[in-house]
């Protein structure tokens, strides 16, 4: 009954490094989304998929890549690291039917660029 | 766009005093309307959310917010708070057509503190 995941919790890298996010769901739930969270801008999407397979760009999409070849699975990447991509990174899920408007959220990743 | 404005970011209040906190959004369209809270190193909570009917909407915890169409706003209130309401708050807004798949808009938050 896990629910939402996310690893790592914590991360530091380095300027120009690769580094993936995961983000894990075990309700089947169609829709999933990445927030990140900085001080004084609340939460900002990056993006989200309506479907495995299916994916598509938020608010702040520019130096991430996302990818869904499962329904329980939504990676986030950041191809090139930069230190204005320290953040606090959240994933999210919502079903297609009942609670459609509802995002349930995940631990979030603390992620350090240095 | 969506634009959503809470008005203030940080409140500190005593404990057993009333709550209310602004939301103020931006989108001539259908929404609905969200109110998250997020307690020190945790993620965050759904504390209400309105979809429809009755503009006054009862969440956990005894807070409750009201929507009001006219003004677009959606504030949240809790007549009388607790020290473990310590937390920052959320308000969120996505649009009613968008069919599920888009994301929510949120403000900027409201880090509340609660002094016993």
């Known amino acids: 009954d896990a629910g939402i995941t996310q690893s790592p919790r914590y991360k530091i890298t380095e300027t120009g490094r690769q580094v993936t996010l995961m983000c894990h769901q075990t309700?089947?739930?169609?829709?999933m989304f990445w927030y990140r969270q900085d001080l004084g801008h609340g939460l900002r999407l990056i993006y989200y998929s309506a479907a495995a397979d299916i994916t598509d760009k938020g608010e702040v999409p520019d130096g991430y890549v996302v990818s869904r070849s499962k329904t329980e699975n939504f990676p986030l990447t950041l191809e090139s690291a930069t230190r204005s991509q320290t953040s606090v990174y959240f994933c999210?899920?919502?079903?297609?039917?009942?609670?459609?408007?509802?995002?349930?959220f995940g631990p979030g990743t603390r992620l350090t660029v240095t | 766009a969506q634009s959503v404005s809470q008005h203030n970011h940080h409140v500190i209040l005593s404990e057993a005093a009333s709550l209310e906190l602004g939301c103020n959004y931006s989108?001539?369209?259908?929404?609905?309307l969200f109110w998250y809270v997020q307690y020190p190193g945790q993620h965050l909570q759904l504390l209400l959310k309105y979809f429809s009917g009755d503009p006054l909407v009862k969440g956990i915890k005894g807070f409750e917010a009201e929507f009001i169409k006219s003004k677009f706003s959606f504030n949240l209130r809790k007549p009388s708070v607790q020290w473990s309401d310590t937390a920052e708050y959320f308000c969120?807004?996505?649009?009613?057509?968008?069919?599920?798949?888009?994301?929510?808009?949120f403000g900027k938050g409201t880090h509340l503190i609660i002094q016993p």
């Open positions: 999210a899920s919502k079903a297609r039917d009942g609670s459609i408007y509802e995002q349930y």
């Open positions: 989108y001539g369209g259908t929404v609905n």
């Open positions: 309700w089947s739930h169609s829709y």
């Open positions: 969120a807004v996505n649009e009613r057509s968008g069919g599920g798949a888009d994301g929510l808009t």
